[in-house]
């Protein structure tokens, strides 16, 4: 079934240290996108990427870095997780960087640092 | 710097009414998507309107758009317990797709 997968799907982590996010899509859509969901504050994005090879800065990217060696994979790194990256994380990819196609998303990423 | 900010931030009706979600944004677009999550689960793509369009329909959605006023609407029909979900609006900014906070509905039986 085409779609896009996150893993893991949730992660208890020690403060301090370094996580990677997975994001794998399936349907050779260009753009890719990160998000972190808070109570009360809705999506925001952290970083995303409109074709492979190509990164860019969303709405709160500090703390975060991504890569886009190809165009399937989109992982989030934490370098030195701190206690307010305690997120869920989502996934997703459009045809198209916000031109009007529809984005995908994947079950999430709940990650608690602690 | 959200895009689209909703409003309601909660809304719960009974079953059978219709449901009003309103979105504003900020800078022009071309064009304004709606999104339903449900609890823990991720976003899923519910409508699409562009710029040039004031309304369209699909099932028991309405969305309008009002591009001088820069606000969209979302309505939905006749609701079902099953419709109680969080509802985002998302727009285009600079090449990025950035989403409201969205409205919290609650459809009680």
């Known amino acids: 079934i085409a779609g896009i997968t996150q893993a893991p799907t949730s992660q208890i982590l020690a403060a301090g240290r370094r996580m990677t996010l997975r994001c794998t899509q399936d349907?050779?859509?260009?753009?890719m996108y990160w998000y972190r969901q808070d109570l009360g504050l809705g999506l925001r994005l952290i970083h995303y990427?409109?074709?492979?090879?190509?990164?860019g800065k969303g709405e709160v990217p500090d703390g975060y870095s991504v890569s886009r060696a190809n165009t399937d994979d989109f992982p989030l790194t934490l370098a030195s997780a701190v206690p307010s990256q305690t997120s869920v994380y989502f996934c997703a990819s459009s045809a198209e960087t916000g031109l009007g196609t529809e984005a995908f998303f994947g079950q999430g990423t709940r990650l608690t640092v602690v | 710097s959200q895009q689209g900010e909703e409003d309601p931030q909660a809304l719960s009706i009974q079953e059978g009414e219709n449901a009003t979600m309103n979105c504003s944004y900020k800078?022009?677009?071309?064009?304004l998507q709606w999104y339903r999550q449900n609890s823990g689960r991720g976003l899923v793509h519910l409508i699409l309107?562009?710029?040039?369009?004031r309304e369209k329909h699909s099932g028991r959605l309405r969305v309008t758009l009002d591009t001088s006023k820069k606000s969209s609407s979302l309505l939905i029909t006749a609701s079902r317990a099953a419709d109680t979900a969080s509802y985002f609006c998302a727009g285009p900014q600079g090449g990025k797709l950035i989403f409201g906070q969205g409205t919290e509905l609650s459809v009680k039986p």
């Open positions: 800078t022009s677009i071309n064009n």
């Open positions: 309107i562009r710029s040039n369009e």
């Open positions: 990427s409109n074709t492979a090879g190509t990164t």
């Open positions: 349907m050779r859509h260009n753009a």
